[in-house]
């Protein structure tokens, strides 16, 4: 009884710790109220990937900081951006929740920005 006591309880821990994936609710903010309400904004493009370090060559800073590169790490969680040489972003932050976008990809655009 116990054994099987042990069992449930098992599968009950691994079922559960299913459910704390990242769950993300889209945010339906305009480009425009996303660089007013974020502390970074910029549209970039990758130059360097090393291990979980990622290099952002700003094309805009669109916050007028005047800054030419931004470095990020690279997250581990199922919220964290993937990011590959070359990528441009619509940079907010460094998950999904925070809205950044991807504009191009191996020379292909995937969204628009201005």
């Known amino acids: ?31 425009e109220e996303k ?16 291990k979980d370090n990622v290099t952002f060559k700003i094309d805009k800073d669109l916050k007028n900081k005047n800054r030419t590169s931004f470095e990020v790490t690279q997250g581990n969680s199922s919220c964290s951006q993937r990011y ?9 932050g460094n998950s999904l929740p925070s809205g950044s976008v991807l504009l191009k990809r191996n020379g292909q655009e ?5």
């Open 110 to 114: 995937i969204n628009k920005y201005k």
């Open 1 to 31: 009884m116990n054994t099987l006591k042990v069992a449930i309880f098992s599968t009950l821990i691994v079922f559960s710790n299913l459910s704390l994936a990242c769950k993300f609710i889209p945010n339906n903010q305009t480009n």
């Open 84 to 92: 590959e040489i070359n990528d441009q972003w619509l940079y907010f």
């Open 35 to 50: 660089i007013a309400a974020s502390q970074i904004a910029f549209v970039g493009t990758i130059i360097k990937i090393d």
